[in-house]
């Protein structure tokens, strides 16, 4: 029974069959149990180490942290057993199989939020094999690798590159001496392919080369990283992995407004991710489908992704995907004009990105508040939306403050502050927010940023009676949304073009009809997408110009 059970557990391993394989895996552990006195002899407690160990992959994929840490702590305690110390009589190896199943527990931790347990789990991992003198490898390569999300994760991109730059330097160094055959592969646990030099560990560092590119906006860069990742999966056929990469390469194509490919590629990504049972995997991507199909207006949609999301992210408690999904909905909320929901969720996000401490997540839900604030002050009196448009730049300035805050968010929070200065009326500091705006939003190939900022600026010159460079910049932030099918985007640009043209005196009677015309077709594009906020504001514009 053992056997079979095995063999059939390694098979399912192989084919990224991992919830058939945990099933597997287990009835062979409960069975080598169930015969307590062979437990004693070495051979079988190394047997035992494997299936433990592939217990640990098993259930880390599917989001099971808690017991995937569990087997790798004993996985841990069945290495330090002097018996089996005796049998290998090889203290390095040793030494380093006990680093990288610390790493493991170390990921356990990270996949649940807690940064300061992992980089703790790194640091028992850093003393085993100081104390064992070794000083290179693969087990040193998956560490740094591993203090390279941390770093990453928490903002400290600097360091994060650094980190994963000597990761890349070690992995090389250790394939170059020794390289893992695919053949090999299927037969070995995630440390045994780490220790033999696996080159999917050059892949891994790669893609957190890429999400540090993309991040900090050099989205060329991360698609390079991205792409070389990608090639190195398919070759050793690594079904994870693809989904991963595929999912990281569809975050570049939204930044940039290239949205068949990134649906494309997340479809690609949540099929194989629902395959395999990877639950933090399928979170990921339908909060990305949930983002395409805000920027594409599809807001229901978009609610009903988010919301799926949420759901699942409840289930591996991951307080990053909570934090970020909630913001989202907020957003969709907003558009829906569901104003306290849209409160109740973005102060969920604060409230979960605060409690960990994950700087990136606090400054994106600061600028979902601050965006909150800036459509209630468009929906208020004069005296009331002097109020609001107060907190808009309170919570924008707390937001841009944190220095380590995602490049596109960033962005976009300048963006959106530059809106309030245009709200409150200062004319000249709104358009050099807008221009250096602009500039970034270019630099870093934010397509929609540019075509919103675009707009803005269209807004801000129409007031300045600058006319015709003010229909310029509304007519590029047009083609752009049309091109790229944003929707609303397009529905809003129709709008405010037409609200400067309707303000201008002496407009010809041609003219006048037009720019009515234009805003009636956006209060329909509104209320075809269920998009209630926009279409009330559109109302009021109708109803104050005819």
Not at 269 to 282: K, R, Y
């Amino acid at each position: 029974i053992i056997r079979y059970a095995e063999l059939a557990a390694d098979h399912a391993y192989a084919l990224s069959a991992y919830p058939e394989a945990e099933k597997h895996y287990r009835i062979a552990v409960e069975y080598i149990e169930s015969t307590s006195p062979r437990l004693a002899d070495p051979e079988v407690q190394l047997r035992m180490a494997y299936l433990l160990e592939r217990l640990g992959e098993c259930n880390f994929i599917q989001g099971n942290f808690e017991q995937s840490r569990r087997f790798y702590e004993r996985v841990l305690d069945l290495r330090s057993q002097k018996q089996l110390l005796v049998l290998s009589n090889n203290a390095q190896q040793d030494a380093q199989v006990q680093a990288l199943l610390w790493c493991e527990i170390g990921w356990t931790w990270y996949g649940v939020g807690d940064n300061i347990q992992t980089y703790q789990c790194s640091e028992k991992a850093e003393n085993i094999l100081l104390s064992s003198s070794i000083i290179a490898g693969p087990a040193w390569a998956k560490i740094r690798l591993q203090q390279s999300y941390v770093r990453w994760q928490g903002g400290k991109y600097e360091e994060g590159f650094h980190k994963a730059k000597e990761a890349l330097k070690l992995f090389e160094e250790s394939i170059a001496k020794q390289k893992l055959k695919l053949e090999e592969a299927s037969h070995l646990t995630k440390i045994g392919r780490s220790l033999r030099g696996d080159p999917v560990d050059i892949g891994r560092t790669r893609a957190i080369l890429g999400l540090l590119a993309s991040v900090t906006g050099q989205s060329t860069i991360a698609i390079e990283h991205f792409r070389t990742a990608l090639a190195l999966y398919e070759q050793y056929q690594c079904r994870r992995e693809i989904a991963t990469a595929s999912g990281n390469l569809a975050i570049l194509y939204l930044r940039r407004a290239e949205y068949s490919s990134a649906q494309a590629t997340l479809r690609q990504s949540l099929s194989i991710a629902e395959q395999i049972g990877d639950t933090a995997l399928v979170c990921a991507v339908q909060g990305n489908l949930g983002v395409l199909a805000m920027s594409l207006g599809e807001i229901i949609e978009a609610e009903n992704w988010f919301r799926q999301g949420i759901e699942l992210v409840e289930r591996i408690s991951d307080p990053v995907y909570t934090s970020i999904f909630q913001a989202y909905l907020s957003s969709i909320l907003q558009e829906q004009g569901r104003v306290l929901e849209a409160r109740k969720s973005i102060y969920c996000s604060l409230h979960v990105s605060r409690s960990v401490h994950i700087v990136p997540c606090i400054g994106f839900a600061l600028i979902t508040l601050g965006s909150l604030y800036v459509n209630q002050a468009l929906a208020e009196n004069d005296k009331r939306q002097a109020r609001m448009l107060q907190h808009a730049k309170t919570a924008l300035q707390r937001g841009l403050m944190l220095e380590e805050v995602e490049a596109e968010t960033k962005t976009e929070g300048k963006l959106l502050l530059a809106q309030v200065v245009l709200l409150q009326g200062e004319l000249a500091a709104a358009r050099e927010q807008a221009l250096q705006t602009l500039q970034e939003a270019k630099q870093d190939e934010l397509t929609w940023l540019v075509a919103r900022t675009q707009r803005l600026l269209g807004s801000i010159l129409a007031a300045s009676s600058e006319h015709e460079a003010a229909r310029q910049y509304f007519e590029q932030a047009l083609r752009t949304f049309q091109k790229r099918g944003m929707y609303l985007e397009e529905a809003r640009t129709l709008r405010e073009r037409s609200t400067a043209l309707l303000a201008r005196t002496g407009l010809a009677p041609d003219e006048r009809q037009k720019a009515l015309q234009d805003l009636h077709r956006a209060r329909d594009m509104f209320s075809e997408r269920k998009a209630e906020f926009d279409r009330m504001i559109t109302e009021r514009m109708i109803a104050g110009n005819e």
